[in-house]
């Protein structure tokens, strides 16, 4: 199997999970977080939404810099809207993916620095493996808390949830 094949394949399989955990959140609660240094659950949830352009990012250009980056956290007005963030970006990486040509693209290497200070730098394969579906995993488990602490229903992301189990 290509290391296309196996990247497509995986975020399809995460991006299933992803959009079953957003679908719970409850923006009549958005403002809320466990921790001052916590994310709002409105923000952690558009995060996650967002991820996917990560893959775009990776397989578009060589260097990202965070100093340069036009960027603006963004928040959700509602499940709709967090919704059509997720798939637009899920979307626009699926088509990124697609039209890899072949797997010494993805050996390439990928660098994210700071200004002057480097971040990270590793081949773009390992790269989105890392900066877009670990990403998104991490911060999915993040949000399953949330939904837990909120008294939402977690859904099962690799099998039943406790909230799904039969007695």
């Given at each position: 199997m290509?290391?296309?094949?196996?990247?497509?394949?995986?975020?399809?399989q995460?991006?299933?999970?992803?959009k079953?955990?957003?679908?719970?959140?409850?923006?009549?609660?958005?403002?809320?977080?466990?921790h001052?240094?916590s994310?709002?659950?409105?923000?952690?949830?558009?995060?996650?939404?967002?991820?996917?352009?990560?893959?775009?990012?990776i397989?578009?250009?060589?260097?990202?810099d965070?100093?340069?980056?036009?960027?603006?956290?963004?928040?959700?007005?509602?499940?709709?809207?967090?919704?059509?963030?997720?798939?637009t970006?899920?979307?626009n990486?699926?088509?990124?993916?697609?039209?890899?040509?072949?797997?010494?693209?993805?050996?390439?290497?990928?660098?994210?620095?700071?200004?002057?200070?480097?971040?990270?730098?590793d081949?773009?394969?390992?790269?989105?493996?890392?900066?877009?579906?670990?990403?998104?995993?991490?911060?999915?488990?993040?949000l399953?808390?949330?939904?837990?602490?909120l008294?939402i229903?977690?859904?099962?992301?690799?099998?039943?949830?406790?909230?799904?189990?039969?007695?």
């Open positions: 290509s290391i296309k094949t196996q990247l497509i394949t995986d975020f399809e995460e991006s299933k999970s992803t079953r955990i957003l679908e719970r959140v409850d923006f009549l609660k958005a403002d809320w977080k466990p001052d240094k994310m709002t659950f409105g923000r952690l949830a558009t995060h996650i939404a967002e991820l996917p352009i990560w893959i775009n990012r397989l578009e250009a060589d260097k990202f965070f100093a340069t980056a036009n960027f603006t956290p963004n928040v959700a007005k509602d499940s709709e809207d967090l919704l059509r963030i997720f798939e970006h899920y979307s990486a699926l088509k990124a993916l697609n039209t890899v040509s072949n797997d010494e693209q993805l050996q390439g290497i990928w660098t994210a620095v700071r200004g002057d200070i480097p971040v990270s730098s081949s773009k394969r390992n790269s989105i493996r890392h900066w877009a579906l670990h990403h998104i995993i991490h911060h999915r488990g993040q399953s808390v949330y939904l837990r602490l008294d229903p977690v859904p099962g992301l690799y099998g039943p949830s406790a909230d799904e189990r039969r007695s």
